[in-house]
Structures are given as structure tokens and as C-alpha cells.
């Protein structure tokens, strides 16, 4: 029905950036409109966490870990959420998945995931 596919991710050395892109995707008419979107990540072992979220007024929100170096931004227009990462760390290394509160044109409200994209930051 509605399918969030995520972009950007690859290797970079420590320092670098990558902007993560997320487009919803859905048959025509579908998608309404998309309230909250957000970006997690996750590593082998470890709990989902959450990175950047972001309202559909485009309010952001940041774990402690990125505030300073990622921003979140959307295009409202294209369904479209980003993550633009600087000054990349080796811990930064996860499977980042995208998040969307998708509004449907029924009037419904479902939760969507990405596949994921994977980031590998090196020394």
C-alpha cells in the first residue's frame, strides 16, 4: 500500500558526511498526507534507537549523540524526509531505517518502516 524507501547510506571515514534520503511512496490518491517522520538506527545486538525526528511543521528533535553534527529536514511536496549527517564517527556505524505516521486518504492513520540503509563509518 504505502512503501518508504530509503537512500544515501555507504561507506565514509570518519569525519565525512551522507545525507540519508526517505521517499513514501504509495498508489495514487493513497497517501493524504504524513504527519511525523523520523530516522532510527539500529546495530547487530542492539535495541532500535531513535536519531532525529522531525513534525510535519518541520519541528526537529535529535538524540543527545548527533545534536550538533546530523539535521532532519523534510519536503513536504515529495513525501520526502532527509538526514543530512557531518563530521561522521566510527559509532555511527548502523542500519538506519525510516519512520512515517502515514495519513491515508480513507482517513486512517498507519505506521510505516523502511527497509533500511546501511552507514559504515571507518577510522
Known amino acids: 500500500q504505502v512503501q518508504l524507501v530509503e537512500s544515501g547510506g555507504g561507506l565514509v571515514t570518519a569525519g565525512g558526511s551522507l545525507r540519508l534520503s526517505c521517499v513514501a511512496s504509495g498508489a495514487s490518491g493513497s497517501i493524504f498526507s504524513i504527519n511525523d517522520m523520523a530516522w532510527y538506527r539500529q546495530v547487530p545486538g542492539k535495541q532500535r534507537e531513535l536519531v532525529a525526528g522531525?513534525?510535519?511543521?518541520?519541528?526537529?528533535n535529535y538524540v543527545d549523540s548527533v545534536k550538533g553534527r546530523f539535521t532532519i529536514s523534510r519536503d513536504n511536496a515529495k513525501n520526502t524526509v532527509y538526514l543530512q549527517m557531518n563530521s561522521l564517527k566510527p559509532e555511527d556505524t548502523a542500519v538506519y531505517y525510516c519512520y512515517a505516521d502515514v495519513i491515508t486518504t480513507m482517513g486512517f492513520i498507519k505506521q510505516y518502516w523502511g527497509r533500511g540503509t546501511q552507514v559504515t563509518v571507518t577510522s
Open positions: 522531525i513534525s510535519r511543521g518541520g519541528s526537529p
